[in-house]
């Protein structure tokens, strides 16, 4: 595999694949989207419309992008006219992770208020709020079975009933925040923190089957290859 360099500037917060040849990257100190060309490593566009630092990218069907910022709001984007098509609002705080749900319809939010937020694309309206991590909320995702689950800087993983605000469980083991999860094709969960580790989840026992202790330092992400 080939690695591509593209010089930015500043610290990059977030970089996401447009599909098309191009990447969107949010910066440190820069509250616009910056379209990068691979090609070429050029900037050929920005989205503008955000009052602070972008943290979060996430990529739609036809052309579109979702973007969290710590101005709190999540905007939903036209890649190819850089125009902005709706502005969800309601976080009381800066605005970490976005996750697109399999339906089409529907997202979910992870935030420094310590909410995992419901949102439909087409009405821009929250549906859900659900509350019970202690501190902020780090990563967020849905499983193959419908449930979702928060990853949290109060150092649990907690686990919410898909048709309501309901906390079905909540994993502890992570001795940090939890920045990172993800599922395997076998239905476990997969989990990085601030801890320096990566911890493996049965995700019908919520018990940590592994441990794996490589890293030196946070994990802030994870993929499945």
């Excluded at 595999?1 to 593209?6: A, H, K, N």
């Excluded at 990257?25 to 602070?52: A, D, M």
């Excluded at 069907?61 to 969800?88: A, E, K, Q, V």
């Excluded at 997202?107 to 949102?119: E, K």
Aim: aromatic letters at 8%.
């Amino acid at each position: 595999m080939q690695s591509e360099e593209i010089r930015v500037g500043f610290e990059v917060n977030v970089a996401c694949s447009l599909g098309d040849g191009t990447v969107a990257v949010g910066r440190l100190y820069n509250n616009n989207i910056s379209i990068y060309s691979i090609e070429t490593k050029e900037r050929i566009g920005q989205l503008k419309g955000h009052t602070g630092n972008v943290y979060c990218l996430k990529l739609l069907p036809n052309n579109r992008l979702l973007s969290g910022s710590h101005d709190y709001s999540i905007i939903l984007w036209d890649i190819p006219s850089r125009t902005i098509i709706s502005r969800f609002q309601g976080h009381k705080d800066e605005v970490r992770r976005l996750c697109v749900l399999r339906n089409g319809t529907h997202f979910i939010s992870g935030s420094w208020d310590c909410t995992v937020r419901l949102w439909n694309l087409d009405s821009g309206q929250c549906e859900r709020i659900s509350r019970g991590h202690e501190n902020s909320v780090l990563s967020v995702i849905e499983l193959l079975d419908g449930r979702i689950l928060s990853g949290s800087e109060d150092k649990t993983i907690k686990v919410w009933n898909p048709d309501s605000e309901t906390c079905q469980a909540t994993w502890e083991g992570h001795e940090r925040g939890v920045t990172s999860l993800v599922e395997l094709e076998d239905g476990r969960v997969v989990s990085g923190s601030q801890d320096f580790t990566i911890r493996v989840w049965d995700a019908s026992t919520g018990l940590c089957t592994r441990t794996i202790q490589a890293h030196t330092g946070y994990i802030y992400c994870l993929c499945v290859l």
